[in-house]
């Protein structure tokens, strides 16, 4: 492991997570206002996240393939993953559990991942009709 590429994926990951509590935090101000605890700033985040990770594949693939590797490091390994967040995925699903939400459950779990896989689509797609 290279110490430029571990500093590349350390400052990303600072500046995604940072990005990540603070939206977390204004959609869980929205969210208050509406009733039940649907965990809607996951859903968002991770829902963006893999838009934003379409975009830039697209834009590494067209338009900056030799600086892709520490470009790559730096956002989609750093920014997107410190911004993203599979494990809260996970967690916010043991809280419905426990709660026995499981129609929350069942439309989490498909509206996380199907949306999020669509995003992502949207992203290489919107690169893709720019370019």
């Known amino acids: 492991m290279e110490i430029t590429a571990l500093i ?6 600072a500046v995604g997570s940072a990005f990540r509590y603070a939206l977390m935090s204004f959609i ?4 208050s206002l509406s009733s039940g605890d649907f965990p809607y700033s996951t ?17 590494m693939a067209n338009l900056l393939p030799d600086k892709a590797r520490n470009l790559h490091l730096l956002f989609a390994v750093g920014v997107l993953g410190g911004f993203t967040t599979f494990s809260t995925f996970s967690l916010d699903i043991y809280y419905l559990f426990e709660r026995s939400e499981y129609l929350q459950i069942t439309g989490y779990i498909i509206s996380s ?15 893709k009709a720019v370019i």
């Open 113 to 127: 991942v199907l949306i999020s896989v669509l995003a992502l689509f949207a992203g290489l797609w919107i690169v």
């Open 8 to 13: 590349y994926v350390m400052a990303g990951g």
């Open 43 to 59: 859903l968002a985040v991770n829902v963006l996240g893999s838009f934003l990770m379409g975009v830039w594949i697209g834009v």
């Open 28 to 31: 869980g101000r929205l969210s």
